[in-house]
């Protein structure tokens, strides 16, 4: 004689059918940390450097403005969309070079906006967006300097911001050049080009585009000049949080977005056009991370 079937009781089959649901929500949320703080607080913290323009710096009225702060201020309003929140608020954190992947790290910020290159090194801590930039160091000096090239340096002090990845390059090249320099460290640019200024310090090394902007703002510009040659390769990106997949996808998202759509070329007309026309490094980076939806 054949057993009849069981069936579960109909509270039995609820509380297992919440479990389910329970078990799929608490998925879907943790899937990304990060966007769903994002939803319940209806709030984004972007770490920015202040002295880093045109990329990120504090103007007059106390406002954050730059190139990759308007890139951030981009990524917001396409999260605020894509979460349905009605007002999403942009909280700044201001952050310099040692400082800035802590932010990240300690979970102070959620992107860092301003001129961090990315590197296999520092992928070991955080993550990185798709590249908004690419750049390469090279030296400030004074225009009656005698300094033309990387190895003209021998034997003179060199300002530079300490813990970046134009130090470690400037480092390398010197080295494998068999030229001795002394590095003055410094925390920012404006203190940088100070020390050039009053003959602290025989050159500046930095990004070409940032020591492009401290020139175009010096009190006397035809006083300072640019070396020709670079000597780093600096694709730059927003620096993430390393555990959160589905929060950089969101930043690409919108990212790309602007690369295919053409709504990059008035931010950088507006920020870098001063500057200088973008080269074709430039334009194949924007060309080749226009990835399709």
Not at 101 to 124: P, S
Not at 210 to 221: E, T
Not at 252 to 278: H, T, V
């Amino acid at each position: 004689m054949r057993k009849s079937l069981r069936f579960p009781s109909a509270s039995v089959a609820a509380r297992a059918l919440a479990a389910v649901i329970w078990v799929v929500t608490v998925g879907a949320s943790a899937a990304s940390p990060t966007l769903e703080r994002i939803k319940q607080t209806a709030s984004v913290t972007f770490a920015y450097r202040e002295g880093a323009a045109p990329f990120s710096f504090t103007d007059r009225d106390g406002k954050i403005r730059g190139y990759s702060v308007e890139l951030c201020s981009r990524v917001a309003a396409a999260i605020q969309k894509e979460l349905g929140i009605a007002a999403l608020k942009i909280e700044w954190l201001p952050v310099d070079a040692a400082t800035r992947l802590e932010a990240i790290i300690g979970g102070k910020a959620d992107a860092v906006c301003g001129t961090t290159t990315m590197t296999l090194g520092r992928m070991q801590t955080v993550d990185f967006s798709l590249p908004i930039f690419v750049d390469g160091a090279s030296v400030l000096v004074r225009t009656k300097s005698k300094i033309r090239q990387v190895t003209d340096l021998r034997g003179k002090r060199v300002a530079i911001i300490a813990g970046t990845t134009t130090e470690q390059a400037l480092t390398r090249v010197l080295g494998a050049a068999g030229a001795t320099a002394t590095l003055v460290p410094v925390r920012t640019g404006a203190e940088g080009i100070a020390m050039l200024m009053q003959g602290k310090a025989d050159a500046y090394a930095g990004d070409r585009v940032v020591l492009a902007g401290l020139m175009l703002r010096a009190p006397d510009p035809s006083q300072l000049d640019i070396i020709r040659n670079d000597f780093s390769f600096e694709p730059y990106a927003l620096a993430l949080r390393r555990d959160d997949p589905d929060f950089r996808l969101a930043v690409n998202r919108a990212l790309a977005q602007l690369y295919r759509s053409g709504d990059i070329d008035p931010i950088f007309q507006r920020w870098l056009a001063p500057l200088g026309k973008p080269g074709p490094l430039l334009h194949a980076m924007y060309y080749l991370n226009a990835l399709p939806e």
